[in-house]
């Protein structure tokens, strides 16, 4: 087999035993992005010699008798809104096209002490505002299942690129479904985490309360060591919880007996494709063959996450996005009056039109007059759907549902139409509104093998139950092993 | 129709923390511009704020000295809004939540003691500079003062003269110093402040709306400011002319205020809270421990002055408004015991040097060893009182040892009766008329004979000596 084909963990251990070389693993990646990179367009960056360089000095590491740390030595890339030190971080904007930060953020720093060597950056929405990598100001990345479809979004290039082995691991972010979503339409692996286990320092800012790091991976133990390498209280993030973090690893036990599945009825409803709703009811069937116990329930607040979601999200993004004004860094226009016609035209010209739309959105529901009956019901709201999942927890151990309402829509097809777009994310948000981790792995194919996601959610911090629960499932199923290039 | 006027204060004061708010970046003022600025505090995507635990401390204390109660649980908001100063375009303040609420100030008014109450004191962090000059039509941004901590003093409505807003500026100064949290230095933008002011009848039957004014960086210009306004509000309401809310400048070369576009104060801030930060949750202990660590504040410092060193209240009042001013004289006390001797001349020649050369009792420019060395040459006759005072502005120009002074410039006191006889004699021998005047009965001729004397030794006789043997020579 191909090198690139391996998962990271294969790939790893070949690594380990010597049987390849860190150069080895990077050409046959490499070979194979100008394979298939001109038909998906997963990347905005990409810098071979940077690569080569980097798989060298892995090669000279293990030459000098050291051992390689976990994840040392494989290809990987990054969403490009995290800052890369001296590698430019557009966020898939006009804005940043030319930003190149000083700085690594915090997860790039620890993926770089593990020797992980790093490809290039991936495609997004502008932002990570979209669902669909439709609004990236660069290009469109496409579906590695079908090329006439979009990869899910925000995280479209990261997901597209694991499809596609054109990685063995990315990382994305996730603020209502950006890691799960595209995971989900792109056959891969992808899990948000609880927030507060990863850093977020230099990842930039979308919404700040709902932002969080994961990875997307081939399988569910790739997760779970890429999960290790990540999380951690980091004192430049305030926000990060510090707190011990297992071995996620030793979670992965191919055993879900005893385990308690909550099913809320509201994630099956209105709008939810029926072969999603099959593929996920026979998922849960199956883990009750399995020997996990599975109930229905609900959330009934659900029905209200998606609308909260949007105002908080848009609130945050209309404050976040604030400091793009043109005066320190990144896009400026070329030709102003005076101070305020630099704003306006610098902001007008830099910005796509869904950042400016949500822009637009938050700084309407926090202006004064407003700020009640939309930004301040929106944090009540929250507050609501944060306790159905805290009374739902009380007796499960995890709840099961789609990742996404459907499975991969047509390139064009929902970028004209905003709300239809907002609605892919329906079975996402809720889970960022609460800060609780959650898990995509596929778990079959619709009627035009389009990959379907099931979804994980767990407690607060407790990724290893949905890492267990993933795992046993992936063992018992070859849903993770289906290749788009194998159609 | 009697008319009261109503000021209320808004103070900024800069706190004294060596690291930034938000970041590790030094807080020094003067430096190069921005050399002291990193990715954090100019606002660069995808940092994030690190709360800095001394200026939360120095804020708790602040409050602390100002009376006020200390909220448990606080949070931090973001106040949105665009200028080039303002890297990230929103300023992480406090809303809703603030630090210490319901505190009050002690001031002395022409009227005996008079208490301005604080309604809150909140953390914020400030914002960079513009730099117009020199640049044509650009302006160039500092962003070294971006992200210093800050703490905004907001007082209720209570002084109703500038005098009495003046005082309790000097007040508030003196107690920020004294629990060394802020320099307070208004001429590097350490303390600002913005004036609430307006005018209502006593009967509270008619108001004029209130005028906000910023821009005033000096305690002189505020009280100047308020003055102007004061009086422009008093003949709006006699006349009955309603002024309109609105935010004035004081143009301090003019000495005038002046409306500021509606455009620039028309700011929705937008303010919701900072999703970057947790809340401050602060312990009872953590708050009492600070609270059972507060240096001796000015009010205190004042009474021991009185009991402790007897001095009058007056004397107690002026060395204890400020920090280094009291510090220098209980300096003075530890190695001299004459209390008094010590607060005239601080009082006097002091303070005056101070004023006329627009330094702080900070800047004085000998140690207080020196200004005791000084009275005491005059306590054992070395020197005349008048000599003192020379030498006194020779120390303070130049630092100097008050000793060395008088040893160069041979100012030692003649008190050698041999010597001042001698020179008595002279006066005596060329100013035969004053001798015949004063013979005569006009007493007034002596003191021209003494001063004849004094010509004669530089000013160096002593001078009850030489009245005595003067006298005596002429009788």
């Known amino acids: 087999m191909e090198l690139y084909r391996l998962t990271a963990h294969e790939a790893y251990e070949k690594l380990k035993k010597r049987e390849v070389s860190a150069r080895e693993l990077a050409q046959s990646v490499i070979k194979h992005i100008e394979d298939v990179e001109q038909s998906i367009g997963a990347y905005i960056h990409l810098d071979f010699d940077a690569a080569l360089k980097q798989a060298d000095d892995v090669d000279r590491h293990i030459d000098e008798g050291h051992e390689v740390p976990l994840l040392g030595g494989l290809p990987i890339a990054i969403k490009d809104n995290m800052c890369t030190e001296g590698i430019a971080t557009t966020c898939a904007s006009r804005m940043l096209a030319d930003f190149v930060p000083p700085y690594d953020a915090t997860v790039v720093r620890r993926l770089k002490e593990r020797q992980a060597v ?36 925000s995280s479209g290039g990261s997901a597209a690129a694991v499809a596609a082995d054109e990685a ?28 507060g286990a990863v850093s977020r320092y230099g990842l930039v800012a979308f919404a700040s309360s709902l932002d969080q790091i994961g990875p997307l991976t081939k399988d569910v133990k790739d997760c779970a060591m890429v999960l290790n390498a990540i999380v951690g209280h980091d004192p430049y993030d305030a926000t990060s919880v510090s707190r011990s973090y297992p ?17 809320p009825k509201e994630f099956f409803g209105q709008g939810i494709n029926e072969e999603v709703k099959s593929a996920v009811t026979k998922a849960i069937e199956l883990f009750k063959e399995m020997g996990a116990d599975y109930e229905e329930t609900s959330l009934p607040y659900t029905d209200h996450a998606l609308s909260a979601y949007y105002l908080i999200a848009s609130a945050e993004a209309s404050s976040n996005l604030g400091r793009y004004d043109g005066v320190k860094y990144g896009y400026r226009a070329a030709q102003y009056d005076d101070m305020i016609d630099m704003y306006k035209k610098t902001r007008s010209e830099g910005f796509g039109s869904e950042v400016k739309r949500r822009i637009m959105l938050g700084t309407y529901a926090l202006s004064s007059g407003y700020y009640d009956a939309y930004y301040l019901k929106a944090l009540k709201v929250r507050t609501l759907i944060t306790r159905d999942f805290q009374r739902a927890f009380e007796k ?10 459907t499975t991969a829509f047509k390139i064009g097809e929902r970028l004209d139409n905003p709300m239809e777009m907002y609605l892919s994310d329906v079975c996402t948000v809720p889970v960022n509104i609460a800060g609780l981790p959650a898990i995509s792995i596929p778990c079959g194919l619709d009627g035009r093998g389009l990959p379907i996601g099931l979804q994980i959610i767990g407690k ?6 949905i890492l267990r629960v993933a795992y046993a499932f992936e063992s018992n199923t070859p849903y993770h092993n289906q290749k788009p290039s194998e159609r | ?31 190069e511009p921005n050399t002291h600025c990193c990715p954090i505090c ?21 409050g602390l000295a100002l009376n006020c109660d200390i909220s448990e649980f606080s949070k931090m908001d973001r106040k949105n809004y665009y200028y080039p100063d303002l890297p990230k375009a929103y300023q992480i303040s406090q809303y809703d939540l603030p630090l210490c609420t319901g505190g009050y100030v002690d001031i002395e008014t022409e009227d005996g003691p008079k208490r301005i109450r604080i309604r809150r004191v909140h953390m914020e962090e400030d914002a960079g500079k513009l730099l117009h000059e020199g640049w044509g039509n650009n302006s160039l941004v500092d962003y070294n003062r971006a992200g210093v901590p800050l703490i905004e003093i907001v007082t209720e409505p209570d002084m109703n003269s500038p005098a009495e807003a003046g005082a309790f500026l000097d007040k508030l100064k003196a107690i920020l110093q004294y629990i060394e949290v802020s320099d307070c230095k208004m001429e590097e933008g350490s303390l600002r402040c913005d004036v609430n002011i307006n005018a209502r009848a006593d009967d509270k039957s008619m108001a004029t709306a209130i005028t906000e004014m910023k821009n005033l960086n000096s305690f002189k210009a505020a009280v100047k400011a308020m003055e102007y306004e004061e009086k422009r509000h008093r003949e709006a309401l006699l006349e009955g002319d309603p002024t309109v809310h609105e935010t004035r400048r004081w143009d301090d070369a003019r000495s005038v205020t002046v409306a500021m576009r509606s455009k620039e104060e028309a700011h929705d801030y937008r303010y919701f809270p900072e999703p970057d930060l947790v809340p401050i949750a602060l312990d009872k202990s953590y708050i009492k421990s600070i609270r059972e660590n507060l240096p001796e504040l000015p009010d205190q410092r004042y009474q021991r002055f009185i009991s402790q060193y007897g001095l009058p209240q007056y004397d107690a009042g002026i060395l204890t408004s400020s920090k280094y001013l009291a510090d220098y004289f209980e300096q003075c006390m530890t190695i001299y015991d004459n209390a008094k001797t010590v607060s005239n001349w601080l009082m006097g020649d002091v303070l005056r040097a101070l004023n006329e050369n627009g330094k702080d009792p900070s800047d004085i420019p000998f140690p207080p060893a020196y200004l005791v060395d000084l009275i005491k040459y005059v306590d054992d006759g070395t020197i005349s009182i008048s000599i003192a005072k020379k030498v006194f502005d020779e120390m303070f120009a130049n630092g100097t040892d008050p000793g060395a002074i008088i040893k160069e410039q041979g100012l030692v006191q003649i008190s050698d009766e041999g010597e001042l006889l001698g020179v008595i004699r002279q006066v005596i021998q060329e100013n035969a008329p004053s001798v015949a005047d004063y013979k005569a009965g006009k007493k007034k001729a002596l003191g021209y004979l003494v001063g004849q004397a004094m010509k004669l030794t530089k000013g160096k006789a002593n001078p009850q000596l030489l009245n005595k043997l003067l006298e005596r020579e002429l009788n």
């Open chain 1, 118 to 153: 790093v490809l290039g950056k991936l495609n997004m929405d502008e932002f990570a505002m979209g669902s669909s990598t439709e609004t990236s100001a660069f290009k469109k990345t496409k579906n590695p299942w079908d090329t006439d479809r979009v990869p899910g979004g």
């Open chain 1, 460 to 465: 607060a911090f407790d990724e290893e139950t």
């Open chain 2, 42 to 62: 100019t606002g660069m995507p995808g940092v994030l704020p690190m709360p800095n635990k001394k200026a939360i401390e120095y804020a708790v204390k602040a």
């Open chain 1, 168 to 195: 063995f691991f990315t990382l994305g972010s996730d603020t209502g479904g950006s890691i799960r979503q595209p995971a989900s339409l792109c056959g891969v692996v992808g899990m948000k985490p609880t927030y």
């Open chain 1, 247 to 263: 071995d996620y690893t030793s979670a992965l036990i191919d055993d879900v007996k005893g385990i308690k599945i909550g099913v």
């Open chain 1, 396 to 405: 499960y151990d995890v709840l099961v549902v789609p990742t996404s309402p």
């Open chain 2, 1 to 31: 129709m009697e008319v009261q006027t109503l000021i209320g204060l808004e103070v900024h004061a800069e706190l004294a923390t060596e690291s930034k708010m938000f970041c590790s970046c030094s807080t020094e003022f003067g430096a």
